[in-house]
Every structure is written in structure tokens, then in C-alpha cells.
């Protein structure tokens, strides 16, 4: 059962925004090769703000998740896209259709 999750907001760097939105459109493949990971979310809010969530059984896919290639591709273009470090709280689901 799907009950742990991860929300990071990112905020691009101005003019960088296509590159952010490039950026994790680019990481989806890496997202299907987790097998922890249950669902994975790209998402924009505005025309800078951006965020992933992505949805795991246990603390074990959370944990991989956080130190897997996703997140270290994130780290490594954070300097050049991001205009602040990314926000990343960790979510407890309390339903889950």
C-alpha cells in the first residue's frame, strides 16, 4: 500500500525556467527504472515554480529514492538552474485512491 511520499518545490533562476521544465521531463526514464518508486510527478505551478512528488511503500523506496540518480542529477544542475535550494518534505498519505 502506497503511504509515504516526497514533495520538493524548486523555484528556477530567471530565464531558466524552460531549462528546469526540460530538466525533469528528462528524468522520467530514470523514474520508471525505480522499482521503489510507485508514481512520480513532474509538476509546474507557475511560470518559475516548479515541484516533483512521487508516492512509495515503505521508508526503503523513500530512502533510495532520495539518494538515487534523480536527485543526485538535481543536486549537481541546482547551482546552475534553481534560484534557491530545492524545499523537500517529507509526506505521510492518509488516503490514497
Known amino acids: 500500500m502506497v503511504k509515504l511520499a516526497l514533495l520538493a ?3 528556477a533562476k530567471p530565464g531558466k525556467e ?3 521544465a526540460d530538466f525533469l521531463k528528462s528524468a522520467l ?3 520508471l ?3 521503489q518508486t510507485i508514481s512520480w510527478y513532474a509538476l509546474q505551478f507557475g511560470p518559475s515554480s516548479f515541484g516533483i512528488f512521487d508516492t512509495f511503500e515503505a521508508e526503503s523506496g523513500r530512502a533510495a ?3 538515487g540518480p534523480i536527485a543526485n542529477a538535481l543536486m549537481a544542475k541546482a547551482p546552475e538552474l534553481l534560484s534557491a535550494d530545492p ?3 517529507m509526506v ?3 488516503a490514497v485512491k
Open 9 to 11: 518545490t524548486l523555484e
Open 18 to 20: 524552460q531549462e528546469l
Open 29 to 31: 526514464p530514470l523514474a
Open 33 to 35: 527504472a525505480e522499482e
Open 65 to 67: 529514492h532520495l539518494s
Open 87 to 89: 524545499v523537500i518534505k
Open 92 to 94: 505521510d498519505l492518509i
